[in-house]
């Protein structure tokens, strides 16, 4: 069985902060994908990262990074100087290699980021 | 990438009656196409599975006679919310894929039932 943590219900931050989202998995699979998806207000899922369980170095896009650390089941999302446009729910996803479309999501953090 | 469009984007409809909520990939073939529910504040929770030409497998404890998945061609998956109560009121968002490919998520269908 598949299972995603996300232990932060809710951030608040002050705009041009740094924000770190936590995310914990737990797979009995050796290779697999993870993810990260913004759901702003309006519900729509946007798509921000997938990484395989192959490839454990960070990446950074603009304001966005991650962190996978296989040894401690982890793959955490920072946002540099965040801004009032951030603030929405971020799900943390995995899924199996052969599967890559069957997501199983965590709780999801919501993220205010107050002006 | 890949376009999956949903279709209506909000319902409002009276208890007792259907609805029928679409799911279109637009520049692909979807083998799959899978069906999400999402309570508010709540995360989302896969309903089902359904494949080309085949009964959609659902997950435990979503009622399949209340919850009809029809994925009549590769492009087109439908999930119809029969006989529709306010419980069900909720957010349906799907996706859809092909082969091993990554899926894609259409807008999402915010369902109230009143």
């Known amino acids: 069985a598949q299972k995603v943590t996300q232990a932060q219900t809710e951030i608040s931050v002050v705009e041009k902060e740094d924000v770190t989202l936590d995310c914990v998995y737990e797979?009995?699979?050796?290779?697999?994908?993870l993810f990260w998806y913004k759901q702003p207000p309006s519900g729509e899922l946007v798509f921000l990262i997938r990484r395989n369980s192959f490839d454990e170095q960070n990446e950074i896009s603009g304001r966005y990074s991650w962190n996978f650390q296989k040894s401690t089941s982890s793959f955490n999302f920072t946002i540099t100087a965040s801004q009032v446009v951030d603030s929405a729910v971020y799900f943390c996803a995995l899924s199996g290699f052969g599967s890559a479309r069957q997501l199983t999501f965590g709780s999801g953090t919501q993220l205010t980021v107050l002006p | 990438g890949a376009v999956v469009s949903q279709h209506p984007s909000r319902v409002i409809c009276k208890s007792g009656t259907s609805v029928k909520i679409e799911c279109r990939s637009l520049d692909f073939q979807a083998t799959t196409m899978f069906w999400y529910r999402q309570f508010p504040k709540q995360s989302l929770m896969l309903m089902a599975t359904?494949?080309?030409?085949?009964?959609?497998?659902?997950e435990q404890g979503v009622e399949k006679d209340k919850f009809l998945i029809n994925h009549a061609s590769l492009t087109l998956s439908t999930l119809t919310v029969t006989s529709a109560h306010p419980e069900d009121s909720s957010f349906y968002i799907c996706s859809a894929g092909h082969l091993n490919t990554e899926a894609f998520f259409g807008q999402g269908t915010r369902l109230t039932v009143v």
């Open positions: 359904s494949n080309e030409g085949s009964k959609a497998t659902y």
């Open positions: 797979t009995r699979d050796t290779t697999y994908y």
